[in-house]
Structure formats: C-alpha cells, structure tokens
C-alpha cells in the first residue's frame, strides 16, 4: 500500500509541513505533480502531491484523498524541483512555493457538489480544455543498440540517419515533425515494424511552425549582431543549455538576436519564454514577435483574468503556442519542451517580487533552465551590477553590442548646474537651457521627452510661518499635492484629504506648496509656444489600456512633449525623440540604499537611449544640483563599463552584493515598541549563534527603522544580514520562533534595503 504527501493550497504561512493522505484503489496511478482535493480539518481543499511513498502501517488512521484534478499532473520534474529549491532558497513553504506556478484554479472549471440538504460537499474540477494528438514515433531500446552497432550497409543510410535524428531529438515525433527534417514517413514505419521505433500518440500543435516563419521584416544582422548570435545558436544546437549576458546599448538591435534565437528554438522543436518588465510598456517588443510568429505567441500580462491566464498556460502546456511573452509571474508557467528563455531588460526592478514569496524572476529562470538545459538569454544596456560580474567571471557567456544598429549615433549628452540656474534667479524646474531646446524641438517638428521621477503636483505642503508640513495621518511621510484633484495624497496608503485653509499646528493661513511633480511641470512645459504635452504617470495610466494609448498617441505624433516618472524612460523606440530632458537627475542619489548609484546611472542611461534613434542626432540634457557628481558624469558618458568598475570596486570594500549576499529582515506592529522588541530579539539570537561561533562570517546591521518609519499606522524596523554564505544563517532563523512570526516577514536578496 502506499499513500501520498500533500502540500496544502491555502496562503497560510505556517503551513510548512506536509500532510499524508491514503489513495483510493481507482487513483492507484498518483504521484507527485498530481493537484488532488484533500480533507483538510473541516473543509476539502486544493492541494499538490509533493510525494508517493509506500507506507507500512495500516491506513486507517489516515484519510483519503477526495478527487484527483485534471487528466494529468500539473508539476512536471523540473517544475517540482525549482519549487523545491524555490522554498528553500526564499525561505518560504513548499506549497506557497508551488501554488507561484498554477494561475489560480482556473485550467479548470468548478462547480459545487452538494448533498440533499444543499450542502456544500466539494467541488468537482473539469479541465477546461480538450487536448487532440497524432500519430508520434520515439527511439526504442533497439533502436538505440541498432545505432550502436556501427552498421553502416549502403543500403540503411536513410533509415540510419532517421534513427540518429530520433536518438538526437529524444521525445516523440510527429510524421509531420520529421518530414521537416527531410525523412520520409515509408522510413518511419519501416523502422516502427523492426521495432527500433516506437509508436504512440502526440499532443497536436495546432498553430505549428515552417510556414510561419517567414519574419515580417527581414533585417541583415550586422556583425556585432552575428558575433552574439551566432554563440547563442551554437549553445542551442548543442542543447546542454547554458546562459548568457547580452550586453547592448539601447539601439543596438538586441530585439533581432531575441527574434533570430526564438526562431531557432522552434525550429528544434522547442518553446520560447520572454519575460519583459511590463507588458504596458513593451508593446513593440510584442508586436515584433507577432509579426514573425504570428498566432503561436501566448502574452500574459498582469491584468489578464485568472481565466485568461489559465488559457494561455494550457496553450504553452499542451503546445499549441510555442512563444509566451509575459511578465514576472509568466516565468512560472507550465511548458511541453522549453528551449529557450529571454528575459529582456533583466536589471528592471519590476522582476523581483515584492511581497510573500519575495522571488527574483531571474534566479528562477536560472534555476528552471538549469533543469531544463535550456539557453537562457539576458539582456540589457545596463545590466544588473550582480549579472554584470557574473559576466566577468565566466558564469554567463559575454556578449557585447557596442554600436547602434540602424547605424545612428549616441546622443549628446549636457548636464546643467541647477545652483546656476537659481543664482541667476531662474526658479522655474526647466533650465533655461531645457526650455530652449523643447522651443526649438517642437518648432523643427521633432519630439521630446521628459523625466520626473516624482507625481503629483507638489512634493510636500507646507506651513511658512511655523515650517510644519502636512503628514500623513497614518505614515510618516508628507502628503503630496494633486492638481487634478486639488486635494492631498499619501503615496504610501492612498488618503486623501483636502488642503486645510490654515495651519493644524500654528492656524496660519499661510500655506504653500513646495517642490515640483508631474503635474506642476506639465504646465510649466505647456505654457511654452508649439508644445502640446501628453503626461505618463500612475495617475494618468489608472485605466486599463492607458499606457499603450499614450505612447501611441505620443508615438503618433498628436503630441510633441511627453512628460512623466520612470516609465517614459523605458524600452520604447521612437524615431523621431531627439530631445531627452532628466529634471531633477541627481533626486535619487541620495536615498540611504546602496543601490542607489545603480539606479540612477541605468535610469539615467536608459533615459538618454530615448532621444536620436532615428536619423538626426539626439540631444540629453540632465539636470542637476550636484552637477559634478561622477555618477551623473559617468552616465552622460553612457559609459557602463567604467561605472561598474567604481561601483564594483565600492561594493567589495563595503562588502555588498555581488560580494556579499543580503537578508532583509522587517518586523511591523501597531506598537513601535513591540516592534522594536521583537526586531531585537531576532539580533540576539543570531548573535547568540555567534558567540558559539556558528555564522562567524555573518554581518548583523540594525535593528533600524525604515525611512519611512511607519506606513498605515504600523510601525517598520529592518535588520539588515550579510553573509558570504547565506544559506546556514535561513537554516538557522528557519529553525527558530522567527520562522513563523506574523508580523516579521523575510526579504532574501532585497532589491531596497530602507
Ligand atoms: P535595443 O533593444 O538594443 O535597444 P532594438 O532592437 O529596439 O534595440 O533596435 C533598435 C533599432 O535598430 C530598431 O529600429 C531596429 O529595427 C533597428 N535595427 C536592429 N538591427 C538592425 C540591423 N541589423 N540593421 C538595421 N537596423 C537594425
Ligand atoms: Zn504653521
Ligand atoms: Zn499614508
């Protein structure tokens, strides 16, 4: 007899552990992979069979499992164990690990199962879609031994060749599969009647390949392109996998080799994830895909239904598409034969996961690609500092693209000294020099684009005779104004209120608003002459469709400014931008995080890749009240490679990543105290340890509070670990009261450590 252990879907954390149940004799075929409903206390609930096992004792004791979901298990090998090393490496567990990869129940269709009094029994789970198959050969042992042989009879070359075509590909073929390959079907049924091959039944490709790959537009590759492709194509053709950093700058055409590699993966026979930061935001990148593969691409984007995301799974799953483009969330679909995995823009923050398990889609690509000796393609003109020395030290295969490919030239880069522009009492945001060069833009009917990285329309509100600004009720940060509300909001929980007529602390009447948002420099850029302004900010982007509309106005050329926070920086290519404007360039440098140099240099960098890709030239003008500083400097440089040698050589004295690894640990409460005590207490047992002198190489900062010490009436503190070797310190808070403490919440490799 043998019984099965379940891990349980329910969000809960303290469900660390397994539960056993006995298997009825018609589910006798169970193992792991399988979803199955269990009895869990009162109610029936989804689970994931985690592992069959036989079972000695007698089963009465246990209970059984109720139904089995679906036709098949859900986890295939390689999913269960990127699973498993994902809930070991993020510390959270298995079954929050496993529920990542089922887009919500909905593969599925559910309906109640009551008892005579309307009772509520179960659920009883469809699978939605039907799947269709053809006839398939695969090698068999023969076969196999046949090849061994060195039989090399004139007359059974064909057959010789198809059988090492069988032995190459391993799974099943389709006759259609193999005629691509130039093997007739008389030859496959030949071999299939000496029993070399195998006959059985194959998943139909309804949308599949050869005729579909004709690309809409065919670019010659230029030989930066060729040089990088052509080691990614060799990997692929080698199929032991392998992964590689594509260093471009932005324009260099790296949207070709992604196309180039994906066609090449289906041409193995393989399928393809694309992971982009925001679907929103890469709509080209999309469309270029569509043009060349046309209905086999699956998009899966944030907003997509549960139903709708439960669709696009089956069609990778069952293979009826063979490209998925999608976001963070896409890396954890189900796949037939997964070749190959792109992930565009990898330094984009928007990868990690910032909630409960807090994974980086990266590492899990690493991972599922490992196990699926898939190729795994990472690109970016500023890459993730941590991917960068991978790079360097022989862990992912460099490649570099160093010139843009349509041939135009990088932009002119000016940085403007703010503390000038006030000296000589210019109290406007834009530099006189901005101002200009948007007046002599829109007049050469040419587009620009411009970057504040703060909405709304002021950044605080404040009292002028006693210097109290307006906070927040429930956090400690300043309410910020909003001109298209005309009220004040909290950008940390979303109140709003309105703005009082006098002052809370002093009744002064005298209240001002200080710095400057979106809002305030839209109207400042759209009092000057020919300028029609198109604003991208959360707030203007609320509505489903928002962003694409935007930029396909502004892409339109209805509008010749585009003004916004960080999404206007991002990955779009309009040929007619050659102006580039940074407001306030230097606002991000100096936030307590260590990251905070990267970030400014690739959003500055990322920024300036906007402007001259088309014919003209482009001109960036960065604003800044620290105009000397080296960051600022390096970037209009566009100079990646010497700011990670600073940026490296600062990391290792100070012992940060990619030198050192990183544990966040935050704990909240309503009571700073209690919060405080807590955090505390989580310090000195590690310390403890290493006074026994386990975790020797352990770095314990903090407890801390968090820049913005409470958000929505709880109180934050932040330890901060670092550790050459991580894992023996997750062990150890894993084997304490720490592990299953609500309010204290673990963040591994935290991408913001305030
Ligand atoms: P990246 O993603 O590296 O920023 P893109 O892939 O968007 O760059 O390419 C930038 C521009 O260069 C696009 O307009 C693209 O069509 C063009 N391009 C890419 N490769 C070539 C090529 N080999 N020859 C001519 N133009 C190219
Ligand atoms: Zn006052
Ligand atoms: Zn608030």
Known sequence: MFCVDVAINLPVKSLFKQFTYSVPENMSFLDSGWRVIVPFGAQKTEGFVVRRRELADNLDKL?????????????????????????????????????????????????????????????????????????????????????????DKKQLQRQLEALRLFAEKKGWLSLQEVAAENISSSTVRTLAGKGLLEEGKKRILRNSYTDMLQPGNELLLNDEQKAAFKQISTAMTEGSGGSFLLQGITGSGKTEIYLRAAQQAIRQGQQVLVLVPEIALTAQLVKRFQSWFGDSVAVA???????????????????????????????????????????????????????????????????????????????????????????????????????????????????????????????????????????????????????????????????????????????SVAMVYHSSNEDMRCHYCGNTMPVPAECPACHSKRIKFFGTGTQKAEQEIMALPEVRVLRMDQDSTMAKFAHAEILSRFAGGERNVLIGTQMVAKGHDIPNVTLVGVLSADSMLNLPDFRASERTFSLLTQA????????????????????????????????????????????????????????????WDEKEETALTLAQRAVNYLQGLQLQGELQDLVIMGPLPALVARVRDLYR???????????????????SEFKEQRNLYFDVDPLSVI
């Open 608 to 667: 300036a890749g906007r402007a001259g890709r088309g014919s003209r030239q482009g001109h960036v003008i960065f604003q800044a009240y620290d105009a000397d500083n080296q960051i600022i400097r390096l970037a209009a440089r566009q100079d990646y490679d010497a700011f990670a040698v600073q940026e490296l050589a600062d990391r290792k004295e100070l012992f940060y990543p990619p030198f050192a690894q990183m544990l966040k640990l935050t704990v």
């Open 63 to 151: 209970k059984a499992v109720e139904a089995v979901l679906g036709d098949r298990p859900w986890f295939d090998e390689e999913m269960l164990a990127t699973a498993q090393w994902l809930s070991e490496y993020y510390m959270c567990s298995l079954s929050e690990a496993m529920r990542l990869f089922v887009p919500g129940k909905t593969s599925i269709r559910r309906s109640a199962v009551r008892d005579e009094d309307g009772r509520l029994l179960y659920y009883r789970y469809e699978e939605k879609l039907k799947e269709k198959t053809v006839l398939a050969y695969k090698i068999s042992q023969d076969g196999y031994a046949f090849l061994q042989t060195g039989n």
């Open 301 to 475: 984007h944030s907003k997509l239904s549960q139903n709708e995301r439960g669709d696009v799974w089956h069609r990778m799953r069952t293979g009826q598409a063979n490209i998925l483009i999608g976001v963070r969330s896409a890396v954890f679909a189900p796949f037939a034969r997964l070749g190959l995995v792109i992930m565009d823009e990898e330094h984009e923050s928007s990868y990690k996961q910032e909630e409960r398990p807090n994974y980086h889609a990266r590492n899990v690509a690493v991972e599922r690609c490992r196990h699926a000796r898939a190729v795994l393609i990472l690109g970016s003109a500023t890459p993730d500092i941590e991917t960068y020395q991978k790079a360097l030290q022989g862990e992912y295969t460099h490649l570099r693209m160093t010139k843009r490919a349509n041939g135009s030239e990088l932009p002119r880069v000016e940085i403007v000294d703010m503390r000038l522009e006030l000296q000589q009492r210019n109290f406007s945001v834009l530099s006189r020099a901005l101002k200009q060069a948007l007046v002599n833009t829109a007049a050469d009917g040419e587009q620009a684009i411009v970057l504040l990285n703060r909405r709304g329309y002021s950044t605080f509100v404040m009292c002028r005779d006693c210097g109290a600004s307006i906070v927040c009720p429930h956090c």
């Open 717 to 735: 503190f932040n330890i901060l670990l670092k550790a050459k070797d991580m894992q023996p310190v997750k062990n150890a808070l894993l084997n």
